[in-house]
């Protein structure tokens, strides 16, 4: 806890307390029970579920080690509570109904809420090409429907495409606009995290979302995604970040919009903090702006195993989470 929310926190209770002497004082029951209410809101925990983005463990599904229909069981072997599918494991699936309903089914025995899918490869939604981007929406117009088959409640798409920002903006709105409008009947809501190039720019997202009009659209903040320009790949394939965002300053954009949470993770000190990225911050802020869905699992590390980067950050969420609490 830094200095600023200590005095904070240690004025908080020192009100409430003062808030009832007072109440003693004038021997009123009535005001030391509105009183000790009013303390007990101040203190009310605050909850979350935690989710697994299928991406945690893309090198064990890529090489065939896990089954996409396998995926669910793993989550729950992490104690999460919901799944977050990429489109990529199953993307010639999106319309067999009988492969759906296998994974509906396998997600409902392990006790596992389908929450959403990331929706990748089809097609530019920021691109200045109206032909070309009303193609692109349509495109996606499956993965809505898929997921309403398996009860998800939003997909998640990509800004990508652009090349000069304003024209980005405006083609962004529309293609935003006219998709979630299709996703209004199916109760599915269109989530764009930061994920490259503008839409890594908080600024530039805010600008959208600023923008939109239909209340199922918003963001999925990512806590790592906010490199705009990346270089090329080194002998271990890792891109090294030539343009990057500030990462709190870019939450801090995008929240008020969120409807879902990526919590990334790559490296982990001896404490099981992450090394790169100040969770009990961006945490706090997650919880300031009201915000108690799901947060997805969504490890990238290569120091250490994928289960074994799965369970840390989970650790440390829940860590975190009753550091805030």
């Known amino acids: 806890m830094n200095r600023r929310d200590f005095i904070y926190k240690t004025s908080q209770t020192a009100l409430a ?20 209410q ?26 065939g080690d896990i089954d996409h229909l396998d995926f669910a069981a793993k989550a729950r072997h992490f104690g999460c509570d919901g799944v977050e599918y990429v489109s990529g494991f199953f993307k ?4 067999d109904m009988a492969y ?52 998800c409640h939003a997909i998640r798409v990509n800004l990508a495409g652009g090349q000069i920002k304003e024209d980005a903006i405006k083609a962004s709105v529309d293609a935003l606009n006219k998709l979630s409008e299709f996703a209004k009947n199916s109760n599915i809501n269109i989530l764009v995290e930061n994920h490259g190039h503008f839409s890594s720019n908080g600024a530039w997202m805010h600008n959208v ?35 990057a965002y500030d990462t709190y300053k870019g939450m801090q954009e995008l929240l ?22 100040d969770y009990y911050s961006i945490m706090k802020m997650v919880k300031e702006v009201g915000y108690s869905g799901f947060i997805g699992i969504e490890f990238e590390g290569k120091n250490v195993s994928e289960e074994k980067g799965i369970e840390l950050t989970k650790n440390l969420l829940l860590k975190v989470g009753k550091q805030l609490s």
């Open 17 to 36: 307390l003062s808030i009832l002497g007072l109440a003693s004082c004038k021997n009123s029951k009535s005001d030391t029970t509105q009183a000790q």
């Open 38 to 63: 009013s303390l007990k809101t101040e203190t009310a925990s605050w909850s979350f579920k935690i989710s697994l983005a299928q991406w945690s463990l893309h090198r064990a599904l890529f090489s």
């Open 92 to 95: 010639d699936k999106a319309k």
């Open 100 to 151: 759906l309903k296998e994974m509906k089914t396998r997600a409902n025995t392990e006790g596992q809420q389908n929450v959403l899918i990331m929706v990748d490869g089809e097609g530019n939604l920021a691109g200045a090409d109206t032909k070309k981007r009303l193609k692109s929406i349509e495109n996606h117009y499956k993965w809505v429907e898929a997921a309403h088959f398996l009860e």
């Open 209 to 243: 979302f600023s923008q939109i009009k239909n209340k199922n659209c918003g963001t999925l903040p990512d806590f790592g995604n906010f490199c705009i320009t990346k270089g090329e790949a080194n002998e271990k394939g890792i891109s090294p970040c030539l343009e």
């Open 256 to 277: 008020p919009f969120a409807k879902a949470i990526s919590a990334k993770s790559y490296d982990f000190d001896k404490n099981g903090n992450e090394t790169t990225i």
